[in-house]
Every structure is written in C-alpha cells, then in structure tokens.
DNA sequence: CACTTCCCGGAGCACTGCTCTTGCCAAGGT
DNA sequence: ACCTTGGCAAGAGCAGTGCTCCGGGAAGTG
C-alpha cells in the first residue's frame, strides 16, 4: 500500500466526501425522512447507481450522516468543557449541556437523527455507539476527581455493575454513586431537548431558554456541583 | 341527521375502525417507516385507492395513530394514578411513571411515532397536543394540593408565564415552582424512557429496569414526595 | 502496446403515495 | 314503479423511491 494515495484513491477519498456533503445539505435541509439517493445523485451530477460503490446501501449512507453527527456534537461539548483558569467544575458541565442544547437546535434534524428514535429498525452499529459515547463521556470527564455524595446509598448489584462499566469506559475517577447520578442527568438533558424540539412540551414553555437554563442548573445542583 | 346511523354510516365507521386497527397492527410489528398505505388495503383485501375515502393521506392515518398511541398510554397511566385508600401521593406518582416505562418497552413502535421524531415535518395538530397533554396532566394531577417546596426561589418571569399556562390547562391546585420542577421531571422521564428505547445508553445499566426504578425515586425524591 | 481493474451510465424491477376515471349499487324523491 | 343522485370501490396510471445488473469506456499496470 502506498504511503501517498493514487489518484484513484484521492478521486474515491474526495467523491465520497462530495457524497456526504451533499446528503449533509440535503438531511440539514429536509429531515432524514426525505433523504433519498436519488436526490443526492442529481445534486452531483451523477447517476444513482453509481452511488451505491461509496454506499452499499441508504442505511449505510445514513449512519456515516449519524456518525458525523454525534463527532459534530461532541466536538462542541468537549470545546465547552475544557478546563481553564477560573473555570469552576459547575461552569464546564453547565456550559456542556449549554452547548448540547444550542447544538441540538441549530441542527434539528441531525440531532433527531442521531438522538432521535431510530429510522428502521434498531442500529447498534459499533461505530455509532462510539462517536454517540463522547458527549456523555466528555460531561463525565468534569466530574472526575469529586467525593461521593454525602446521602450516597447502597447500590443495587445490577446499578453498581453498569457503573462499573461506565467507569471503565472513561470515567476512572469519579465514584460509582455519582456515575449513576451522572448517567440520571445525561437521559434528563436528553429528555430536555427533545421535548424542546419535538414539541412535547406543546410550547407550554415558550421560548424555552429560561426552562432549559433553569434544569440545567438544577442537574449542575444535583450533582453537587 | 338521524340520530340512528344509517347502514352506510355503520359501515363506514367500522370499515374506518378495521383500517385503523390493520395500521395498528403493521405499525406494532414494523415500525411507522415501513407502514404502507398498500399493504393495509392488501391486507383488509381492498383497492388501495379505496383508502383515501377514509384517510385523505398516509399522514392522516398517522396521526389517527398517534392519538390512538397518546390515550392509549393515557389510560394506562391515569388507571395507575389514581388516589386510593392508604396509597400515598409518592406511590401514586412513582406508579404512574413505571406504568408509562412499561407501556413504552410494551409498545416500542407506537411509543416511538408518539414520543419520538416526528417523522415528516413538524406537526402541530391540536388532535394530538391535546392527547399527549393527558399524561403528563395526570402526574401532575398528584401534586395537587400540595405546598410549596421550601427551597422555592423566585421564578424568572418567562418562566412563571409557562406555569400559569399549565396551572390554567389543568393543575389549577398546585404551586408554579412546584409546576416548573414538575415539568423538569416529566421532561427527565420521557428522557429515561427515550434513552433506554432507542439505546442511547448504549445497553450500559442492563436490564435498565433497576436504573430506570432508581431514576424514577429520584424524581419522586425531587417533587418532595 | 495489451491487459486488468475500476467506475460510470442506463435500463429495469418491485415498491411507494396519490389521482383520476369508470362503473356499480343502494338510498331517496317524483 | 321509475329514475336520479351520491357514496363507494376498482383499476389504470403518474412520479418517485431503493436497489440490481449489464455494457462500455477510462485509468492504471505489465
């Protein structure tokens, strides 16, 4: 394998990438739902068929679009998070889910793609679960170092072991009874946004900025931040 | 009108229910994405075209649908709320949250086209705001009469407006902080629900039912149950 | 130069939602 | 009793979809 690609390769690697570019504009544009191949093709020039060498199938199209989401979102929260001088613990995690949220509603479509309920059937894709892994594991990563809560109770066995696991995902250093909190908070915040941009809460609070702000702060409060 | 319905009317009400319950059942089996309009009529034996008399588009049908899912859970929820000798309000409350996670894992499909994306673009039909407002209206049903919480501080002025939307829409007994908590946990449970149906925790607590017990104690917890 | 490999385009299949026309059959009025 | 009206279903058809297969041509390799 040469070290520097043929020009075949370029033209594979660049088309590709016009590839997804495209489905980008048009998912951005029109919601997963109305993203077809076809549509794609015409936009490139190309004919439909010859999609189908870059991806094998519209599900494979979609999760590359899904992947690319979750990396986007993640790129994002991780910005927010970042320790800097005078930063408190409680400023990165509400900045987090801060920036989750504006993520989430400049891009409505690519987050119901990727946090919405799956297209077709259920995908457990391994490199979806990855790239979806980072944001809650980048919110995690504030936590690291924290004492266990005071009114911190026993775990049941199966909590204590899907702790474990988390844990060894990349929370090394928080305790397990504030990973369990943690993960609380992290289906909360995904509960939050997309009851804002599903319309669950039926515009009962509308705009939602301050209900979002306010259960932000109340999951930074839960966490002992 | 004649007050008792003519042959046709009998016979287009129950061909009408057969259609729905025909959808129903392809939806429960293979999703909202995979129910087609054909198929139905194959499997009721008719004409596709002779569905349009019925449902004037493949979203009507949805929607019906959609309500259909919202009272469905409705039922089930208000049935698990109601006030009974030597129940406590934190049992009626924590209940009616584990009947709504139980109809959900019970009907995924359904659950999905009414908690989940919306498939299309956005609707905002009044027919299902007003049956998805059934649930969370009865959970909040429980905090009737209840005090203030102690911690209570002053609202943002956004933030009370939305309250007294709710209060006015049916919680007329129960305090606007209690409200705006009691919206921060309603939002947190289709959270819980959402992540564990559509596997964004990635399968790490399961089974999830000792994580999604203690997450709904916690929101008990919160409410000051 | 020949040869292989890759890739694009076009035709085609089975399917979808939806429309339009045709013809049937029962209900209602004269 | 006859005829008109209106609701109803069936069928053909249109535009669109995902996907497959085949043929020709261009790019890279010996």
């Known amino acids: 394998m040469p070290v520097v690609p043929s020009a075949r390769e370029r033209a594979r690697r660049e088309l590709t990438a016009d590839i997804l570019a ?7 544009a029109s919601g997963a739902a109305a993203l077809s191949l076809r549509a794609v093709a015409r936009e490139l020039g190309l004919a439909s068929s010859a999609l189908y060498r870059y991806f094998a199938t519209r599900d494979e199209l979609l999760t590359a679009l899904i992947v690319q989401a979750y990396d986007d979102v993640a790129d994002a929260v991780e910005a927010a998070v970042v320790p800097r001088r005078g930063r408190s613990r409680r400023a990165r995690f509400t900045g987090g889910c801060r920036a989750f949220r504006a993520w989430a509603l400049e891009h409505p479509h690519e987050y119901a793609l990727a946090h919405g309920s799956p297209v077709p059937g259920y995908r457990g894709d391994e490199r979806t679960t990855a790239a979806g892994a980072r944001v809650p ?36 250093q928080v305790p397990p009874a504030l990973i369990v909190t943690a993960a609380q908070c992290w289906t909360a915040l995904l509960g939050l ?7 669950q809460l039926a515009n009962t609070f509308d705009p939602a900025d301050a209900f979002a702000d306010a259960t932000i702060e109340a999951l930074a ?3 002992g931040l």
Chains 1, 2 share one sequence.
């Open 137 to 172: 594991l980048a919110l995690l990563s504030v936590l690291e170092g924290m004492d266990a809560p005071a009114t911190s109770s026993r775990l049941a066995s199966q909590l204590a072991e899907g702790a474990a696991r988390v844990a060894a995902a990349g929370g090394g």
């Open 22 to 28: 495209a489905a980008r504009r048009q998912l951005a």
């Open 193 to 199: 946004v997309s009851s804002e941009l599903f319309g």
């Open 221 to 223: 409060d839960r966490l």
